[in-house]
């Protein structure tokens, strides 16, 4: 196979770092790379798409950028779709989905635009194969991804299937879990790679580590683990996938991985004040293979001990009070304190962590002293319709509860539009709800 137009999208602030792994990957100059607001762009042969998806652990997935060029209307992204040889890289037996997204776009309507792509795409097929594709909007064989700017029509097809951050082994994980993407991001900006320029280790600990995601990125890659080892991608299903080769590449790919000593001392350390989570990302660690390289204990990170008589790399996504709440002696401290803290941290990793926070609600105030009464300090996720609370006997169809471990907090999940949704996390005791009219 010819060359061909690859671009790997990652989160802002990221280009940088994953620029640096393509060229480690692939030993492309720095000419050939094309560094955007929100990922790289490559040319490369059918081996860098399975090394990339392979490798990769800053980006979110590979795309092959099959059309770009300008367009005004619905009918111009038919034609542009019309033009793509789709018949050479799948059949109509497979199901496909189409994935719009615009900045400053035109048109009114991006369902609408999808559907014309999705047309341009099935009457090619039936045109050169006689049949048209089924289309699949839950779990496809093929994706293919609509970009749209003010003037420009970019399409492409995933590679990767699922988004890459999901490696396969982290089943366990909290309310609010680090993507395995910028885990690794952050790990790049401290320039950390598991050894100093002698060869001798160097340890890295999180004390706020929840299910363990840097601390297990940390381990993969000083074991030289590769991110995709435990899971299936898109290309499997595509035309010019060619078994053997992808095989040999996986083997290539195990036979680089180190054998971390049982036993001996971790290269990675993590700890949190919730025991739940410690035994969350022991399970985690065991599913990624470096269960050996790892330590996790529960305490304080506050009083914390230094796990490792060497000097190290400390690094954390510390919870600010906002999406989880903050416990032990911090969390006594008030939001306030954990929020200087976080602005405080290294620009590059402060960016990093901001990026990738989603909005979630705020847990409930303390309790009330006695005789006032009780709060609740409820906030709406952004970019998501306002659904009024109701009272148990009133809830909506589309409400469902359940309790956590601990029994104490309930999520509320409503919706008034079935696609958006929201959570709102609070103590029942604590919820005071506004009178609803009849």
Request: aromatic share 6%; proline share 8%.
């Amino acid at each position: 196979m010819s060359t061909v137009d690859l671009f790997l999208p990652c989160a802002g602030g990221c280009p940088p770092f994953l620029a640096t792994e393509v060229q480690r990957l692939c030993a492309v100059p720095d000419h050939a790379l094309t560094l955007g607001r929100a990922g790289v762009g490559l040319r490369g042969d059918w081996d860098t798409v399975l090394r990339l998806n392979l490798h990769s652990r800053i980006a979110q997935r590979v795309l092959l950028r099959l059309w770009e060029g300008p367009y005004r209307s619905e009918d111009d992204l038919y034609g542009a779709a019309a033009e793509i040889a789709w018949e050479d890289w799948f059949t109509p037996r497979h199901t496909i989905k189409v994935e719009v997204t615009a900045q400053r776009s035109p048109l009114r309507s991006l369902h609408f635009a999808g559907l014309r792509i999705k047309d341009a795409v099935c009457d090619r097929l039936r045109a050169r194969r006689g049949a048209r594709p089924s289309v699949d909007t839950a779990q496809p064989d093929v994706r293919v991804y609509a970009h749209l700017s003010a003037d420009t029509l970019t399409l492409s097809l995933d590679t990767s299937g699922e988004p890459l951050f999901k490696r396969g082994w982290r089943t366990d994980k909290g309310d609010a879990p680090l993507k395995e993407t910028l885990a690794a991001a952050m790990i790049a900006a401290t320039g950390w790679t598991g050894t100093d320029a002698d060869g001798a280790p160097v340890p890295l600990f999180d004390p706020c580590c929840g299910s363990g995601t840097l601390v297990i990125e940390a381990a993969q890659i000083a074991l030289r683990q590769a991110p995709g080892r435990q899971r299936r991608f898109a290309f499997e299903r595509l035309l010019p996938h060619d078994a053997a080769r992808w095989a040999a590449l996986r083997e290539q790919a195990r036979a680089a991985e180190r054998r971390w000593p049982t036993g001996g001392p971790a290269i990675a350390y993590g700890s949190d004040v919730s025991f739940r989570m410690v035994d969350f990302a022991r399970r985690n660690a065991e599913r990624a293979g470096v269960g050996a390289a790892v330590e996790f204990r529960g305490g304080d990170a506050l009083q914390r001990l230094p796990p490792s008589p060497w000097p190290g790399v400390l690094l954390l996504n510390p919870p600010y009070g906002e999406r989880i709440e903050a416990a032990g002696v911090v969390g006594g401290l008030g939001a306030d304190v954990l929020r200087a803290a976080g602005r405080a941290l290294e620009d590059p990793l402060r960016r990093l962590d901001r990026l990738g926070a989603h909005a979630r609600p705020r847990t409930a105030t303390p309790a009330a002293p006695a005789g006032q009464p009780a709060r609740a300090a409820v906030q709406r996720a952004d970019r998501v319709p306002v659904a009024a609370l109701r009272p148990a006997a009133q809830k909506p169809q589309n409400c469902s509860k359940r309790r956590d471990l601990r029994g104490a907090v309930t999520f509320l999940r409503l919706s008034e539009h079935p696609a958006r949704q929201f959570v709102v996390k609070f103590r029942l005791s604590r919820l005071r709800l506004p009178a609803f009219p009849p």
